[in-house]
């Protein structure tokens, strides 16, 4: 199981990412953890200065903008 965490204070941008990733992990059949992270402190663990930040198994993967759909697909 993926363990993805989305990184933002709930903007629509950080919305639509958390909405894209499970749209994209059940249509691929993928278990997925997903997990929304709105503390600015633990945010900034990651070094995330945009938003919103997607972190994948422990590794940041993406920040700032909406990631597509074939981007997604790649990390799970």
């Known amino acids: 199981m993926r ?3 989305v990184l933002g204070t709930g903007c629509a941008n950080c919305r639509s990412t958390v909405r894209l990733i499970e749209e994209v992990a059940a249509e691929q059949g993928v278990a997925i953890r997903l997990t929304k992270v709105e503390d ?3 945010i900034m663990q990651y070094g995330v200065m945009s938003t919103p930040g997607v972190v994948v198994d422990g590794q940041v ?3 700032g903008g909406i990631p597509d759909r074939a981007r997604i697909a ?3």
């Open 74 to 76: 790649a990390w799970l």
């Open 3 to 5: 363990e993805i965490k």
């Open 40 to 42: 600015l402190r633990e």
């Open 61 to 63: 993967v993406h920040a």
